[in-house]
Structures are given as structure tokens and as C-alpha cells.
């Protein structure tokens, strides 16, 4: 293939996926394009508008955060060709890489010929793709338990069914579990498990990690009651019946 299929390819991906996010072109540009240097040179004004929707729809950005706005808050004063702003250069880097995954490596990688990324598949509406999870670790490791909470609750009202971040009961879960490996942030893992609960009431699963957790701080009566909890829920949890074999077998005490 071409660089210039190769593009082809690339731009058609995008418009296939803007259009299906439903984007409207901006406003018309009459003007030809003076400084693209991974589009394609002759790429249609419509076309150029469907791509560049598409970028800031995948990132969730407005279009001033990869070109220059000469005057802060005024849409006129746009000035497209400037490569002022690191993230325009940034966007160069990331499309090149993006084609050079979509011809040859990830299709030999798959073993299928269709295998492809697009900005979204990785930046799901985020600048900075991440993770619910590693925000969480990262912000009760910064600013204690109550602060992640506080970030969970903001996230949750922001995102909640954009698929932008992963609001089912694993993520919380990843979070305590992964708090609960290092004694210092014991506490803060019961707190965030107990999230989870609060967030998820009818997820088993959610209940067992409590039990996890208070069973690494000796409370096992407390562990209990979460496996009884979990159970409750549902009956047929291995997890949770594996934990109360273990907390209920003469000899268990540490
Ligand atoms: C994630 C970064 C990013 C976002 C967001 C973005 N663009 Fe772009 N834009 C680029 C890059 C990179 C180029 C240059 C492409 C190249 O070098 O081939 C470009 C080129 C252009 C050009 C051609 C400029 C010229 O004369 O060479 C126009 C017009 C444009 N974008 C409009 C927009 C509009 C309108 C929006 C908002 C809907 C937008 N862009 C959002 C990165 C972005
Ligand atoms: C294979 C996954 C992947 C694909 C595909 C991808 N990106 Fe990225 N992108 C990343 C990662 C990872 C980062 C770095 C985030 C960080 O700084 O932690 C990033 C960073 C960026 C940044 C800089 C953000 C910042 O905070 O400075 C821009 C702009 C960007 N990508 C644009 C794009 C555009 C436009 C596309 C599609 C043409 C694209 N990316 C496709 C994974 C991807």
C-alpha cells in the first residue's frame, strides 16, 4: 500500500467513525489547507472538517486545544495553519503512529487483515487516555481516601455511560485490592471497597472484597458477615464460598 492509500485508508476510517458518532461538519473553510504534513494534500475541505471532529470528539476537546486561537475566546480568530501548539504536533505523531499500527504491524499481529485503531479506541473521549483505576490509586495516593472518593462521585456524575471510563464494580474493586497490597493504604482500601458497595448494592462481588480486606485486619467477624453479605446475594459466588471455607476451617487462626 501507499503512504497515499495508506492516508486514504486512515481518513475514510475516520469519517466512518465521526459520522457514526453522529458529528456535524463545522462551519465551511473555503480555504485550501497550506500546511498539512501527514493528511493528505488534497483531501476535500468537507472531508478535513469530518477528520478534525473526529480527533476532538475521541479526545473530548473543542478545537483550541490543538490550534492557535489568537484571541483567547473569540472562534475567529483561529489560526489553523499555526503550528503553535504542542498538541497539534503531538496529533501529527500520534496519526503517524496510528497508520504505521493500522498497515502493517497490528494486522500481522492479529492475523487479520480489517485490524485497525482509531483515536478513540485508545483516548475514548479523554486528551490523556487512563484509567478509572489509575486515577483512583493515584489520587488516594496523593490526597488520602476521602479525596478519591470525592474524584470517583465527579467522575461517575462527567462520564457515566460514555464508555470513557469503567464504572462496573471492577474498577473499584482493582482500586482496593491494589491499595490493600501495601499496609499504609489499608484503611484507605476498606473505605474505597465500601464504595463500592454503596455504588454497586447488589454486586456479590463488591461484598467479597470487603471481606478481603478486613479479613488482611484481622476482623474476621466483620469478613464474615461481608461473605454472608455476598452470598446473600448470590449463593453460588465461588469467591465468596471459597473465603468462608477458609475463614471457617479449624486452624485458620494466624
Ligand atoms: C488533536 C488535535 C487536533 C484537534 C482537536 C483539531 N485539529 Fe485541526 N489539525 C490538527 C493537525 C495535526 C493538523 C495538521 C494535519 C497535517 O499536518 O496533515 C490539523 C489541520 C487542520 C486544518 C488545516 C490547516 C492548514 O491550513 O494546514 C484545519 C482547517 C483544521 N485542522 C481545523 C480544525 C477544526 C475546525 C477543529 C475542531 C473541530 C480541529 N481542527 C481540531 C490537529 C487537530
Ligand atoms: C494506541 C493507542 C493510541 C492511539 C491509536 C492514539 N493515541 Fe493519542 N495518546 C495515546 C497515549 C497513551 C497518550 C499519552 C497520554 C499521556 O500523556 O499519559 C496519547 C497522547 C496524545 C496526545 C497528547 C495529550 C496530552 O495530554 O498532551 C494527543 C494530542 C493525542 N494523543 C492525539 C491523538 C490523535 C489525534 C489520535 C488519532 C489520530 C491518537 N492520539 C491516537 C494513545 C493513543
Not at 467513525?17 to 483531501?43: C, E, H, M, Q, Y
Not at 474505597?192 to 480486606?213: D, F, G, H, M, R
Amino acid at each position: 500500500m501507499t503512504f497515499r492509500t495508506t492516508a486514504r485508508v486512515a481518513v475514510a476510517a475516520a469519517l466512518a467513525l465521526s459520522l457514526a458518532a453522529g458529528a456535524r461538519p463545522v462551519r465551511a473553510d473555503d480555504d485550501k489547507p497550506t500546511n498539512l504534513k501527514v493528511l493528505p494534500k488534497d483531501i476535500t475541505g468537507n472531508d478535513l472538517h469530518e477528520v478534525m471532529n473526529g480527533w476532538s470528539q475521541a479526545l473530548g476537546v473543542h478545537c483550541d486545544y490543538c490550534h492557535e486561537m489568537k484571541t483567547p475566546g473569540d472562534f475567529r480568530s483561529m489560526d489553523w495553519a499555526s503550528d503553535k501548539v504542542g498538541h497539534k504536533e503531538v496529533a501529527r505523531r500520534m496519526y503517524t503512529m496510528m497508520a504505521g499500527l493500522n498497515t502493517t504491524t497490528l494486522p500481522k499481529a492479529a492475523g487479520a487483515p480489517g485490524a485497525a485503531v482509531s483515536c478513540v479506541i485508545c483516548h475514548r473521549g479523554l486528551p490523556s487516555p487512563t484509567t478509572l483505576d489509575k486515577v483512583l490509586v493515584a489520587v488516594t495516593r496523593e490526597k488520602g481516601a476521602d479525596a478519591a472518593v470525592g474524584k470517583y462521585k465527579e467522575l461517575r456524575t462527567q462520564y457515566y455511560g460514555s464508555g470513557t471510563f469503567d464504572f462496573t464494580p471492577r474498577a473499584l474493586q482493582a482500586v482496593a485490592l491494589t491499595l490493600a497490597d501495601d499496609k499504609a493504604t489499608l484503611d484507605a482500601a476498606l473505605t474505597i471497597a465500601k464504595l463500592n458497595v454503596e455504588q454497586n448494592p447488589t454486586a456479590a462481588s463488591a461484598q467479597v472484597v470487603v471481606a478481603q480486606i478486613l479479613d488482611l485486619k484481622q476482623d474476621k467477624v466483620g469478613a464474615m458477615a461481608a461473605i454472608d453479605a455476598a452470598l446473600k446475594l448470590d449463593p453460588q459466588d465461588r469467591h465468596a464460598l471459597f473465603l468462608k471455607r477458609q475463614l471457617t476451617q479449624p486452624g485458620n487462626g494466624q
